[in-house]
């Protein structure tokens, strides 16, 4: 812990300084206009981002377009402590905060659209590598709460939460904005484009109105298949479509109605094999080792009501939720499994015992859940504040696996069918409670506390069939558990634009059925996070610069933890503890009108304590994915040129450190080496038209984001990793009416 205070200290006095060295400049131009305030929801109750007692950032939808940010992977490093592990798609990968990643089947941080939860809160449906990761266009901003947020948003919340808010209908104008985009990508032989476009206008004016809005954007593949003599086999395409409707039926009640659609497709995934000695590109390039294809195709499926109603001393809040999100990806396990079938052949006597094949992995995942939260909560000022509520979720899933045998000519061997089927399907429900006060001693000091009671019941069951898994097979299971988390803040005021805060919150994973396996335990228990944490908040000179700081420590018990069978199958197992403790810093800087910096970043020293042997790997290990240093640099310069336009120069730069896929002491372990990005964007505006270049990684970094090693018995014959995507030049033109 006095490291990380170290660190914390010698970050707090670097931005401290960068501040100080353009105070003068600062204080002297009166032309200097004040940072824009942030408006957040963080606590389910609108208020300045400055003043919540918490550690979160606010990404604004004028932030998101400076990059050109078209997914998770564009922006999640800019934000600290935020870490998106791709897998090789859109929604395929890892999402970790505070150092606590997904050693399980289930996500460790939350995800909600608006008020609303989405993603599974089961093991049982690969909720912690299928995630919610919304293309972020007619988006006003995305929340990222740091730290566990068990009382206010519950089950999954372990780590933190990704909050999308989207724009709303606007009851009193019309506006119309259209897009399109073009670009290139470095070693792609193909373009990219876009098309995208919303519209909003009052039905009835000041009571009725209705937003719409589309993208669909086509990506070019960058990825070779060498054993299949295909080039650029990762191409992608983006699809988003949304709906709001808004009636203020008078001036204390209004109700929100959405709909929203998103659907992610890449032919293949963008994984490269890497030489196992040099860890460098098999013979240059980019090239996939692979026998099959392996496209990854998600949907979501997305409807939402709100009704707000304030009462003469109290809010009312009903929110309303059903969801459809499911995915279907394909493996490659002709390295693991493809020497079995001359094997089997031999055994069946159904084919000839000289057969060569392919063995692809095809599994599908389908999650239906509906949500409803009521909560009361105070709204006069004074000086107590209090808020009351309950939830309801219920989830239904499937998981389907299956190993397929192929010849060469990529038919199915009939005396092989099925080599292996697996399918696993699932409830979830949880009932829930919470509620939280603030008392407010003075202006300047208040303490809070929250919890939450919820109760899940589960049942699962099983079916399995084929050699691979062991012939056929059919169980079932249930669970019931309750969980209580709890919150404690302090919060003092220094003056009027400086606050230091401490604060205590649990977070919690639901446990569950497990799959049925010889001495594999029926159920895995819900695993949770205690975090200590104090931070330091502040606007200086005028509102012209921002510091934000926080120094962490957090707890992880009984860890879910994802093992694999001799039968290849992987099951849950709970045990051993982990500790994640740094530090993190965002600073801001307006020294002249016109001219911002930020700077953000994060220290984490995550790791595992005890029972990582069943991990493969060894207690001090670094936890999976958690790179220990990770920041950012922005730079934004604006300035009028003729008339009514305005040239736009934003600049970016964000960092990662080394980082291991597994536990470090794993026997598959590879250090991923820490790389830098650039991204840059020049842009010609009014308040009409928008004309921008962009270059996203300029400078053509090859990121290797996580090696796995492809094995043969003892043999590493190489290392397969999903790549980050190559320099990305291209124009931009929207056009408001």
């Known amino acids: 812990m006095k490291s990380t205070i170290s660190a914390f200290w010698r970050a707090g006095c670097v931005a401290l300084t960068a501040t100080a060295s353009v105070q003068v400049w600062a204080q002297t131009s009166e032309a200097v206009s004040q940072l824009e305030e942030v408006i957040v929801t963080a606590e389910k109750r609108t208020q300045r981002l400055q003043d919540v007692p918490a550690s979160l950032s606010a990404v604004s939808t004028e932030q998101l377009e400076s990059i050109r940010a078209t997914q998770l992977a564009d922006y999640a490093g800019y934000v600290p402590g935020l870490v998106f592990a791709s897998r090789g798609g859109q929604g395929h990968g890892y999402i970790a905060l505070r150092g606590l990643a997904p050693l399980g089947e289930a996500a ?181 080792q692979r026998y099959v294809l392996t496209p990854f195709d998600q949907e979501l499926d997305h409807y939402a009501a709100t009704v707000n109603w304030s009462l003469p001393r109290a809010d009312l809040t009903y929110a309303a939720s059903y969801s459809e999100n499911g995915s279907q990806d394909v493996g490659d396990l002709t390295v693991s499994f493809g020497p079995l079938i001359p094997v089997l052949c031999t055994v069946t006597g159904g084919c000839p015992p000289t057969t060569a094949g392919v063995v692809p992995f095809p599994y599908r995942n389908n999650v239906k859940k509906q949500t409803h939260e009521l909560r009361l909560s105070s709204s ?176 992880w018990d009984d860890i879910q933890s994802n093992v694999i069978s001799p039968q290849n199958i992987a099951y849950l197992t709970n045990g051993g503890k982990a500790r994640s403790q740094g530090v993190e810093l965002e600073t801001t800087l307006r020294p002249a009108s016109g001219l911002t910096f930020g700077l953000s970043g994060a220290y984490t020293d995550a790791t595992i304590l005890s029972g990582a042997a069943a991990l493969g790997g060894l207690n001090g290990d670094r936890i999976s994915y958690i790179p220990k240093w990770s920041g950012s640099l922005t730079a934004d310069y604006r300035f009028d040129v003729f008339s009514d336009w305005e040239m736009q120069l934003n600049g970016g730069y964000r960092y990662t450190g080394g980082r291991f896929s597994t536990l470090e002491h794993n026997a598959t372990a590879q250090e991923a080496d820490a790389y830098g990005i650039v991204d840059a964007t020049v842009a010609l505006t009014n308040q009409r038209w928008s004309v921008r270049l962009f270059a996203k990684n300029l400078t053509d970094e090859r990121a290797f984001l996580s090696p796995m090693a492809q094995r043969r018995g003892t043999a590493v014959l190489y290392y397969v990793t999903p790549i980050n995507e190559p320099r990305t030049l291209g124009v931009s033109v929207d056009v408001r009416f």
């Open 108 to 288: 460790a941080v939350g995800t909600y659209i608006d008020d609303t939860p989405v993603g599974s809160s089961s093991a049982m449906a690969a909720g912690s590598t299928v995630v919610v990761d919304l293309t972020p266009y007619d988006v006003e901003r995305i929340e990222v709460l740091r730290g566990p947020q068990g009382t206010l948003y519950g089950a999954n919340a372990l780590g933190g939460l990704l909050k999308y808010v989207t724009t709303q209908p606007d009851l009193e104008r019309t506006e119309m904005r259209v897009g399109s985009e073009f670009f290139t990508t470095s070693k792609a032989s193909q373009e990219g484009w876009g098309v995208r476009g919303a519209l909003s206008t009052p039905l009835i004016e000041g009571k009725l109105a209705v937003r719409g809005s589309f993208l669909v954007r086509e990506s070019p593949g960058y990825v070779d298949n060498r054993i299949l003599g295909l080039s650029d086999v990762n191409d992608g395409r983006q699809e988003n479509y949304r709906v709001a409707l808004l009636w203020q039926a008078t001036s204390d009640l209004s109700v929100k109605l959405t709909a929203l659609k998103q659907q992610n497709q890449v032919d293949s995934t963008n994984h490269v094999a890497l030489d196992p000695q040099t860890l460098q590109p098999l013979g240059g390039g980019l090239p996939q």
């Open 380 to 555: 006069a000022d004074g000086g107590f504040e209090w808020m009351l509520g309950s939830f309801y979720a219920r989830e239904k899933s499937l998981y389907d696996q299956r190993l397929e045998a192929r010849d060469t000519n990529y038919a199915i061997i009939p005396a092989l069918a099925p080599l292996g089927i697996a399918v696993l399907s699932s409830e979830y429900e949880e009932k829930a409670v919470f509620g939280n006060a603030t008392y407010h001693f003075n202006e300047r000091f208040d303490v809070s506390a929250g919890l939450r009671w919820a109760r899940n019941e589960q049942g699962f069951d099983q079916f399995t069939r084929g050699p691979a898994f062991g012939n056929d097979d059919s169980v079932g299971s249930d669970s019931s558990e309750s969980v209580v988390t709890y919150m404690a803040n302090g919060r003092l005021h220094l003056s009027e634009d400086a606050m230091i805060y401490a604060r205590y919150v649990t977070g919690y994973r639901p446990g569950g059925p497990n799959v049925a396996l010889p001495g594999v335990p029926p159920t895995v228990d819900s695993d949770s996070t205690t975090n200590y944490e104090l931070g330091f908040k502040s606007e200086l000179f005028n509102r012209t610069a921002l510091l934000n700081a926080t120094v962490f420590y957090i707890d």
